[in-house]
Nanobody, 113 residues
């Protein structure tokens, strides 16, 4: 059974930073593209960023230049560094193995003064 566990969310003021982490239990981790999604209240889940096994990353326009996705294949971890946070970044953030239905429980990020 594949498990993904997100952590690192919290309450932060606008302009602040957070680093999210996602730990994967599966040995297939290093072969798959990993994704971060987010879902705000009343909205659909949206793709925030993804990263290939080799480290090539892509981002949603709304976070480009502010967020950085990275991964450590040896540790089976994927990270999302979020800088210059805005209230509209408030959401539950999830990691996902691309092409699978494996999801973590999510971690809440709230950006508010």
């Amino acid at each position: 059974q594949v498990q993904l566990e997100e952590s690192g969310g919290g309450l932060v003021q606008p302009g602040g930073s957070l680093r999210l982490s996602c730990a994967a239990s599966t040995n297939i981790f290093s072969r798959y593209k990993m994704r971060w999604y987010r879902q705000a209240p009343g909205k659909e889940r949206e793709l925030v960023a993804d990263i290939s096994p080799g480290g090539s990353a892509s981002y949603a326009n709304s976070v480009k230049g502010r967020f950085t996705i990275s991964r450590d294949n040896a540790k089976k971890m994927v990270y999302l560094q979020m800088n210059s946070l805005k209230p509209e970044d408030t959401a539950v953030y999830y990691c996902n193995i691309m092409g699978t239905n494996f999801w973590g429980q999510g971690t809440q990020v709230t950006v508010s003064s």
